[in-house]
């Protein structure tokens, strides 16, 4: 942790807007003007595209960004192949997939010297990295900065949810902080090196290889509400002008592979594009809900959402359960048991979670693949049939789900692991029955 950092992240500045064709640069005039390609570019830059989607996709869904660096990222040494340690990549082949509902602790805290990186560890995921489909779920858990090192993923782009710590994200178009309470959201193929705000930090990532996450359709709600696209904060362009040897990993198709250059890759002064990282304060979302009767199915809180080749069936939701008031008359008002054709990895950054009442903790997570039966445990559901039905604030926690088309298998390290709850199903002894004919 760097105090160096901390100043720098409360020093920040952001452009705003989820989607914009945003532009931005270190130096003034480092952006050409009237076009992307001159034949000079500006101040001896290097001008260079950074596609994140085919160049023919419809002009809605089209990412892509222009970057004018102080060296062209084609300027590099081979990449050799280096070890995964604890990350995993789809297809997930090491466990079948389990029905059973599964629920963990935190991870165990790692030893010292365990960077962003280092500190990876994958409970499991669906789909293919290769093809472009699908999902992956990490978690991280890390002690010191990222130092001469850099990392990019091109198998997907990383949603990233701290729940311990603060995080300074030093991405190619600039710099963000993601504290706990916020998410960051880094593209495919965009490098970036992870330094600490606080003396460590935890937290949770989902790994989109399908299509980018963009923010869902309102539809009957209207044009407002859910997440606001001008909530969501880009860089401003930052660059490092180093020359030390700086080693690049990349994670591509599944593996990790390393090349050592002998200068920083975070060297663009200016750039422009929609291709580009944000950080979004979740508390910042817009809840919408009954104000008559039932609980709203949680397709209510989507903050993001990637599309899939069926209209309305989702590679991966991002939801999150943000403060909100609960007035429904006659109601049951926590999260009603259900089985679903999805499947549900839900974690927690602080408090509780209105659906369970003890053994769901900050830093663990639940995971309820398609169809399997889950809901509030008994002592919730004890409670709040009997509950006087006035209004009610929720807000002593902060929970989110990544929900998946896809069944989630968990990889062999999870299914075993140690933290591994592995007493999840007694939550739910104890429901009587009532029925009376």
């Given at each position: 942790m760097s105090e160096q950092a901390r100043k720098t992240a409360e020093a920040l500045e952001y452009l705003t807007g989820f989607g914009n064709e945003h532009s931005s640069e270190a130096v003034p005039g480092a952006l050409p003007i009237g076009r992307n390609s001159p034949q000079r570019a500006p101040l001896g830059l290097y001008a260079e595209q950074l596609s994140g989607s085919a160049f023919t996709e419809p002009r809605t869904h089209n990412r892509r960004s222009w970057l004018y660096r102080i060296r062209?990222?084609?300027?590099?040494?081979?990449?050799?192949?280096?070890?995964?340690?604890?990350?995993?990549?789809?297809?997930?082949?090491?466990?079948?997939?389990?029905?059973?509902?599964?629920?963990?602790?935190?991870?165990?805290?790692?030893?010292?010297?365990?960077?962003?990186?280092?500190?990876?560890?994958?409970?499991?995921?669906?789909?293919?990295?290769?093809?472009?489909?699908?999902?992956?779920?990490?978690?991280?858990?890390?002690?010191?900065?990222?130092?001469?090192?850099?990392f990019s993923d091109s198998d997907g782009e990383l949603l990233i949810v701290p729940e311990r710590g603060g995080l300074l994200l030093r991405t190619e178009l600039g710099l963000l902080a993601a504290r706990p309470g916020d998410m960051a959201l880094i593209p495919r193929g965009v490098r970036f090196r992870v330094e600490l705000l606080d003396a460590d930090a935890r937290g949770y990532i989902c790994e989109n290889y399908g299509q980018p996450f963009e923010l869902p359709n309102l539809g009957p709600i209207g044009a407002n509400g859910l997440a606001a696209a001008r909530d969501f904060q880009a860089p401003v362009a930052a660059y490092e002008d180093t020359e030390r040897p700086t080693e690049v990993i990349n994670k591509f198709c599944g593996n990790l592979w390393s090349a050592t250059y002998d200068h920083s890759p975070l060297d663009v002064v200016a750039w422009h594009g929609s291709h580009v990282p944000y950080v979004y304060d979740m508390r910042r979302f817009n809840v919408l809900g009954s104000i008559s009767y039932d609980h709203p199915d949680p397709s209510i809180f989507t903050v993001l959402t990637s599309p899939s080749d069926t209209p309305g069936l989702a590679g991966v939701d991002f939801v999150v359960f943000a403060p909100r008031w609960l007035v429904g008359e006659d109601t049951f008002r926590p999260p009603y048991f259900h089985r679903n054709?999805?499947?549900?990895?839900?974690?927690?950054?602080?408090?509780?979670?209105?659906?369970?009442?003890?053994?769901?903790?900050?830093?663990?997570?639940?995971?309820?693949?398609?169809?399997?039966?889950?809901?509030?445990?008994?002592?919730?559901?004890?409670?709040?049939?009997?509950?006087?039905?006035?209004?009610?604030?929720?807000?002593?926690?902060?929970?989110?789900?990544?929900?998946?088309?896809?069944?989630?298998?968990?990889?062999?390290?999870?299914?075993?692991?140690?933290?591994?709850?592995?007493?999840?199903?007694?939550?739910?002894?104890?429901?009587?029955?009532?029925f009376r004919a």
């Open positions: 062209p990222s084609a300027a590099h040494p081979p990449f050799t192949r280096i070890d995964n340690g604890a990350l995993r990549s789809a297809p997930f082949t090491e466990a079948a997939a389990d029905p059973n509902r599964l629920r963990w602790n935190p991870l165990p805290d790692p030893a010292p010297g365990t960077d962003f990186l280092s500190g990876l560890w994958t409970l499991g995921g669906n789909g293919d990295a290769a093809q472009r489909a699908g999902m992956a779920i990490h978690l991280y858990a890390a002690n010191a900065d990222m130092t001469d090192r850099v054709v999805m499947s549900e990895y839900m974690g927690l950054v602080e408090g509780a979670y209105d659906a369970k009442a003890e053994g769901f903790v900050p830093g663990g997570g639940s995971l309820h693949n398609m169809m399997s039966a889950h809901g509030p445990d008994h002592e919730t559901f004890e409670r709040a049939s009997a509950a006087e039905l006035k209004p009610q604030k929720i807000d002593d926690g902060l929970a989110f789900m990544f929900e998946t088309r896809w069944p989630i298998t968990a990889t062999a390290q999870a299914a075993g692991a140690d933290h591994l709850q592995r007493g999840y199903d007694d939550v739910w002894q104890g429901l009587q029955r009532h």
